[in-house]
């Protein structure tokens, strides 16, 4: 639960973990039939932290402490459930269209309420797999606020962020898939919220003693992420999986968060970094369909013809990124102006009116 002003910095990174997110998903469409694009090292760095700087953002924007149980749960529901609600019905309307359009077949109703019911990755594949990070967040929200909550003295909460890391540690050696709403990846995921959540707390401390503000700091943190990164492996926190080593992932996590907030405060003024962070959540929900309408109309093709160019690789990854960032905002305007409630947003009347719009400064 957020309250006051926005944060600029975050919203920024938020906005880069985004652009990571969606071009490290496009990358594999652009080299069709090579495999070992899947496991190349740009895609690999990229998931090493995009998810848990969206994690880590959720937990400094939190106020665990402030807020009884009911009331922030009521809150969770509005901003994370109700989104996944209608992301979810916007991947039906999608299924459907394509249906329609002879590109699939018929899908059993009960294996809809079933995908919509346990809300992990395996289950969602079959309509928008994106969408296993709502139901995530929901859960390591709830774990991070009961966590938080018995936690009486701050010395206490690093002992129960410690306990809670572990705990996620050995989870990711189980078989964790059949359980709902990823709840195993939860675990991990709350641990990056607290995370970020007693960053916050500290914030003064780590710029003032261990200098995360100077450049030479920063860019050996993000030295040290990608490091350790390599000498680990690619993780993938939809399945609950951090490479070989959980502490390697970890650590590397930490680095790669001192440069990229450092990175994300010296550009804090980008309005469009701004811009996508804060509308994120409809990004992340419908960048995929967003590529799959463009694929099944047959948009790169004509593109080819038109252009005497053929995209394939690279080139089809940076137009596939700029045209489902540019279609994305379309979507982001019509919730934000005329249906903000169904993604968690209120509505603002009056001199007090805000109505998020596309920015004219570029990055």
């Not at 975050?10 to 652009?19: H, N, T």
């Not at 269209?97 to 919509?116: K, S």
């Not at 860019?219 to 080593?245: A, V």
Request: aromatic share 20%; with cysteine; net charge positive.
């Amino acid at each position: 639960m957020r309250t006051g002003p926005r944060i600029k910095w975050v919203d920024v990174l938020k906005g880069l973990a985004i652009i990571f997110l969606v071009f490290s998903h496009l990358v594999p469409h652009g080299f069709k039939g090579n495999e070992s694009m899947d496991k190349s090292f740009i895609i690999g760095y990229f998931y090493s932290f995009h998810m848990p700087l969206f994690f880590f953002a959720s937990g400094f924007t939190s106020n665990f402490q402030k807020y009884k149980f009911s009331s922030f749960l009521w809150s969770k529901i509005k901003t994370i459930l109700l989104p996944y609600t209608t992301l979810y019905i916007c991947s039906l309307l999608y299924f459907g269209w394509m249906h329609w359009m002879g590109i699939v077949g018929t899908l059993d109703p009960m294996v809809v309420i079933e995908t919509f019911l346990y809300a992990d990755g395996n289950h969602l594949g079959i309509l928008n797999m994106s969408l296993w990070f709502l139901p995530c967040l929901f859960l390591a929200q709830i774990i991070s606020y009961l966590v938080l909550k018995i936690s009486s003295k701050r010395s206490y909460m690093y002992v129960f962020w410690i306990l809670l890391t572990i705990l996620g540690a050995f989870l990711s050696k189980l078989d964790t898939h059949a359980l709902p709403w990823s709840f195993g990846t939860s675990v991990n995921a709350a641990s990056l919220i607290i995370c970020g959540y007693l960053f916050k707390l500290n914030e003064q401390f780590f710029i003032e003693k261990l200098k995360i503000n100077k450049p030479y700091i920063a860019y050996t943190g993000g030295f040290l992420g990608l490091l350790l990164f390599l000498i680990n492996d690619k993780p993938g926190m939809s399945g609950n999986y951090y490479g070989h080593n959980y502490v390697l992932f970890y650590l590397s996590v930490l680095g790669s968060l001192v440069f990229y907030i450092y990175l994300s405060k010296k550009i804090e003024s980008s309005s469009l970094l701004s811009y996508f962070g804060k509308n994120s959540l409809v990004i992340f929900g419908l960048h995929g369909l967003i590529l799959s309408f463009w694929e099944n109309v047959n948009f790169y093709e004509m593109f080819s013809v038109k252009t005497n160019m053929y995209l394939d690789g690279i080139s089809f990854v940076v137009i596939s990124t700029l045209l489902v960032f540019l279609s994305c905002v379309l979507f982001i305007e019509i919730f934000n102006r005329f249906l903000p409630f169904l993604i968690g947003k209120n509505f603002s009347f009056g001199n007090s009116k805000i109505i998020t719009t596309i920015p004219n400064k570029n990055v």
